[in-house]
């Protein structure tokens, strides 16, 4: 608040000041009071109200100005009134009263809404994992059924052909679905990934072992070869500080994004490459499949981004990256993505075993 506002808000009392000073003036002539005394009295007038005009701007402002630099400043705006000491004027105890029972309200309403929403998210991952059960009974039929079908008698028709035809694409479709429960299933937990998480040093061996038994049918039934590059490292010594299920489902998620986008009329890979310096471990998760334009690699994790090949090649809920992403902040990672359109794309998970002790 600064003089010209202030004056501009009492405008009205100067006003009716003025004229009740003149209208002071005025009876004072009229009873024939002398000039010595008339200027006497209408200057004391004058500065008593000066000085309560004074008075009273310079204990508002201070209040004002803190409350509009707080406001201005603080990244939490409601925690205003913690920065504020209790006015001793009418208006700001007014004012802060209100500003509490304001607060106090919103943080029953926000109470209300955080507990709802907890609940909801509860009974969501209640739901996924009853889900998965019968997900996983069907995908275990359908291999039954796709191994009766190879046992028997050995002959082949047309018919058998289309029964197991028919069956790797319902099985194709299982696990497509499969996925995206389990996308749904972390992206729920992402928000308390500290009630589901546990850091503690994991050998690398294990996570590309884990990922590459866990995704082997879906590489399989793509014809997709799964490879890996050590170069001189020992990784069965190599360990980083992480979560080993999380960081799995992670690598899941890259992979699976490498059999949706493969590129046809050629022979598809999957490589998992582990490099490392003094202070970070790098996985990559790299294919040469169909690519990302270059214009949409900027966007690629941004929530619900499908780009080109989301809209042309498959459809995508584009959130698969986007969760890696969460995942791996929550986790202290760094994740990045470099790609040649109908070349290559290779994901870089950077694991600094300092990282996550940071983020704390």
């Not at 850091?199 to 294990?206: E, R, T």
Request: charged fraction near 25%.
């Amino acid at each position: 608040m600064n003089i010209r506002t202030y004056i501009k808000d009492k405008i009205v009392e100067m006003i009716i000041a003025a004229v009740v000073g003149l209208i002071i003036l005025w009876l004072l002539f009229v009873f024939k009071v002398n000039l010595v005394a008339c200027t006497l009295i209408t200057g004391l007038f004058i500065l008593s109200w000066l000085a309560v005009f004074i008075y009273d701007y310079n204990r508002k402002k201070d209040f004002y100005n803190r409350l509009s630099d707080s406001v201005t400043k603080l990244d939490k705006a409601y925690l205003v009134l913690e920065t504020l000491e209790a006015p001793e004027f009418l208006e700001g105890q007014l004012i802060t009263e209100a500003l509490y029972e304001i607060d106090k309200s919103m943080a029953e309403n926000v109470a209300l809404y955080q507990k709802q929403s907890s609940d909801f998210a509860e009974y969501i991952e209640m739901w996924l994992h009853e889900v998965k059960l019968p997900l996983s009974a069907i995908s275990l039929k359908l291999h039954n059924l796709i191994n009766q079908e190879y046992e028997e008698d050995g002959t082949e028709d047309l018919e058998k052909a289309s029964r197991i035809k028919e069956y790797k694409r319902m099985l194709t479709e299982t696990r497509r679905l499969e996925n995206l429960v389990n996308q749904v299933l972390y992206y729920v937990r992402s928000g308390s990934i500290e009630k589901d998480y546990h850091i503690a040093k994991v050998s690398v061996a294990d996570i590309i072992h884990e990922t590459a038994m866990t995704y082997r049918e879906n590489l399989q039934d793509n014809n997709i070869d799964f490879l890996t590059e050590t170069g001189d490292l020992n990784i069965k010594d190599l360990t980083v500080d992480t979560d080993q299920k999380w960081l799995v489902f992670i690598m899941g998620q890259l992979i699976s994004n490498s059999i949706k986008y493969k590129s046809d009329g050629v022979q598809s890979f999957v490589k998992i490459s582990v490099s490392s310096d003094s202070d970070n471990v790098i996985i990559s998760v790299e294919d040469n499949g169909i690519g990302i334009p270059e214009q949409d690699l900027k966007r690629v994790f941004e929530k619900s981004f499908t780009g080109y090949n989301g809209e042309t090649r498959t459809k995508s809920t584009g959130m698969g990256l986007y969760i890696v992403k969460e995942l791996c902040k929550k986790l202290g990672h760094e994740v990045t993505i470099e790609s040649t359109q109908n070349e290559y794309t290779r994901v870089n998970l950077l694991i600094n075993n300092n990282d996550y002790y940071n983020v704390l």
